[in-house]
């Protein structure tokens, strides 16, 4: 239960601050990085393949991590796990400028990741519990406009940082930021909600969740390259397929599920999911497939081709908060389907 009787009625403002400039680090880190993926492939003497994986180390360690570091800031509150995630990730960037190679940068990465993690979880729902309903929209709102600012100004930063000074500064930028965000966070947040020690971690869902998520990328990434026969790309393939059963059969049986499968018989949730997921694949692929198109076939610098993917993200900016007032007015499923 939330206690907001007793705090300064700025907190909600000072929590909102924390929060943002966690997510405009978090956004600004995966897209500078996109830009600079084709010098750190030169540089580091890095494969398409590792390079590919580099980045989806981030990702997919924070998509196997955020719903269990939910969880975790239930039970033991918000406040500690999020200043850890500011800590971490600002560490990690520190070490990853330092990476002597691909590798060393692909685990460096994963670590990042968990700190990323800590973050985007958390800031959430500790903008939730310190504002009042009735403002809550307001204040989520002023978040997706960070994360949109972050996408925004993350390939022209990652180009101007790569073009002006060298490769290091895309992670080293996170350290001054970081570090002003975790001080600010540690000394602005407060536990306000009661901690929920009545919860348990679901570990082995943990696990086959990872398990199936992991061995359907490898598969995916490795066919291309080592074909659909390879030994590992049919032992990967395997795994996460029984990885998936496995997690599948135990979500619907676990007292305390990672992830409530009855949500997906609510139609809207479930298509909603499902759009998420194809617009994300989509998105994605077309920006890395730009990145590597203006730097390599065009032959444009850093900058150039971190402005030239700016318009999608200005697009995607002013389109959100627009779509979001229609879709109160109009509904979503039109807005949706077009």
């Not at 350290?175 to 947040?189: A, E, F, K, N």
């Amino acid at each position: 239960m939330a206690v907001r009787g007793v705090l300064p009625t700025h907190y909600k403002w000072w929590a909102l601050s924390a929060t943002s400039l966690g997510m405009f680090m978090a956004m600004v880190n995966g897209t500078t990085l996109l830009v600079a993926l084709p010098t750190l492939i030169r540089v580091l003497h890095m494969s398409s393949l590792l390079a590919i994986w580099v980045m989806l180390a981030y990702m997919v360690t924070q998509t196997i991590l955020v719903l269990t570091v939910g969880r975790f800031s239930d039970m033991y509150g918000r406040k500690r796990w999020y200043v850890a995630g500011f800590a971490l990730f600002t560490a990690a960037s520190l070490a990853a400028g330092f990476s002597p190679n691909g590798q060393t940068l692909l685990v460096i990465r994963a670590i990042q990741a968990v700190g990323g993690s800590l973050v985007m979880g958390n800031a959430t729902a500790i903008v939730a519990d310190a504002f009042p309903r009735e403002q809550l929209g307001l204040a989520l709102g002023i978040n997706s406009i960070v994360i949109a600012l972050g996408q925004i100004s993350g390939p022209i930063l990652g180009g101007l940082l790569v073009s002006w000074i060298n490769w290091h500064w895309v992670f080293w930028f996170n350290v001054p930021v970081g570090v002003i965000g975790t001080v600010w966070s540690w000394r602005q947040l407060r536990d306000i909600t009661k901690p929920q020690r009545n919860q348990s971690i679901d570990y082995w869902g943990n696990f086959t969740y990872m398990l199936s998520l992991l061995g359907i990328l490898i598969a995916i990434t490795w066919g291309g390259i080592r074909g659909w026969s390879s030994p590992v790309v049919y032992t990967a393939l395997v795994t996460g397929g029984l990885g998936f059963y496995v997690f599948l059969r135990w979500e619907r049986v676990v007292s305390q599920p990672l992830l409530k499968l009855q949500l997906f018989r609510n139609r809207a949730f479930a298509m909603g999911n499902l759009s998420n997921f194809f617009i994300a694949v989509g998105r994605g692929a077309i920006i890395l497939l730009f990145i590597f198109y203006f730097q390599g076939a065009r032959g444009e610098n850093a900058l150039q081709a971190g402005i030239s993917v700016i318009p999608m993200a200005v697009a995607m900016g002013i389109t959100a908060p627009i779509s979001g007032w229609l879709a109160d007015r109009m509904g979503a499923r039109i807005l949706a389907t077009v």
